[in-house]
């Protein structure tokens, strides 16, 4: 199985890892391609390092390129010309595509879906191809009619591809894939009660004089409260909160990248984040409340209006909010049970290996004498 992504941000990548690993823990061999390894630097530069810059410092722009491109390709000349370049700039990974000739090709990114789905339009690819959307919102770019399934992250991704035209038999609720170890730390956790509020702030992907504004707020307000900064790669950040003023004070503590960031969901009372739907798909395994901030116009605002909807969390629209919210958490743990039993409710920590079952279900037929690649089609008599 073909597992391909674009490092757009790290969700889509950690996304990917998930369903790698699952596909292996059920003894088939599972491949991952970064598309935009098979693109020339101008294009790779313009979908990971500009995506990065705007999504920190220029929402505006995120918002306006959201609204052009949310529509359909027949209806936008706008959306033909970006389709017809980026499928130009990518197409090594056709090539690779049509050399390693995948049994299934599963993308957790719309680009390397679309490569996948345009090729199927032209006969060059034979297989089943599968989509998994890594939002609790879909934009139009999600929609191919060459895709055979879809896994959705929640039942209004359901509403929105049937609007689309895609038939019932053909989108799977399985919620957002997360790494196996999230899902087993979040199964065995237990987690500890105190008298303090533990705040976990992934401060990573906001413009570094926001997140100081967002610590400093934080470490200002009275009571008893530990926070925690994880910086992720943002080395800058990391070096300018290290010479905090409150550095070194009992409560509060910074860190850089870690690979144990389960460890510290699990032990946070609350999560203040950007809503990307890898990490509120992770936050939500450990039943742990979110406070939104900054979010990217329109993917994640509606990630986070989602979460907000069900009760899991809460947007944040300025300082002053989140000062008051984290005071009244702070005093009314009651709020803070009911969220994380809201979170719980619609945490889907097995998503990975729901995917890896329907794909096998859906792209293997059994004759008697074993299992063999087939399409969808002949899988399943159906789609």
């Known amino acids: 199985m073909l597992i391909a992504y674009a490092t757009a941000g790290n969700g889509h990548r950690s996304a990917a890892e998930a369903i790698a690993e699952s596909v292996r823990a059920a003894g088939r061999v599972a491949e991952m391609a970064d598309v935009l390894d098979f693109s020339d630097p101008v294009f790779r530069l313009f979908y990971s390092d500009v995506y990065q810059m705007a999504g920190e410092h220029s929402h505006g722009i995120c918002g306006a390129m959201y609204r052009l491109t949310d529509i359909s390709p027949r209806n936008s000349s706008i959306v033909r010309i970006i389709d017809r370049i980026s499928l130009n700039r990518t197409q090594p990974f056709a090539d690779f595509i049509k050399k390693t000739a995948p049994e299934a090709f599963i993308a957790t990114h719309f680009l390397p879906m679309s490569i996948a789905a345009r090729m199927k339009r032209h006969g060059q690819y034979g297989g ?11 934009h139009h770019l999600w929609f191919s009619e060459e895709v055979d399934c879809y896994f959705a992250a929640s039942g209004e991704i359901v509403t929105r591809l049937s609007g689309m035209g895609v038939p019932p038999e053909r989108i799977v609720v399985s919620g957002i894939p997360v790494r196996r170890k999230i899902a087993e730390a979040a199964r065995g956790m237990a987690r500890p009660a105190g008298s303090s509020l533990s705040v976990l702030f992934l401060a990573s992907s906001i413009a570094d004089d926001k997140a100081v504004q967002i610590v400093d707020l934080l470490l200002s307000l009275s009571g008893k409260l530990n926070l925690k900064v994880i910086c992720g790669r943002n080395r800058s950040l990391l070096k300018t909160l290290e010479k905090h003023p409150l550095r070194g004070k009992a409560g509060f503590e910074v860190l850089g990248f870690t690979e144990d960031i389960h460890h510290h969901y699990g032990e946070a009372d609350l999560l203040v984040t950007k809503p990307g739907g890898l990490t ?13 901030v900054h979010p990217i116009p329109f993917q994640e605002t509606r990630n986070a209006e989602f979460i907000q909807k069900q009760g899991g969390g809460w947007i ?10 984290v005071r009244l958490l702070s005093c009314e743990r009651g709020l803070l049970v009911k969220a994380r039993t809201a979170c719980s409710g619609i945490a889907r920590p097995g998503a990975a290996e729901t995917i890896v079952h329907e794909v096998t279900r859906r792209s293997f037929r059994f004759d008697g004498c074993g299992f063999h690649a087939g399409s969808a089609l002949q899988a399943t008599g159906t789609l």
């Open 316 to 325: 944040i629209s300025d300082l002053f909010s989140l000062g008051r919210i």
């Open 280 to 292: 509120v798909a992770e936050a939500l395994c450990f039943g742990l409340p979110m406070l939104f």
């Open 128 to 138: 089943p191809l599968f989509a998994v959307v890594t939002d609790y919102d879909l």
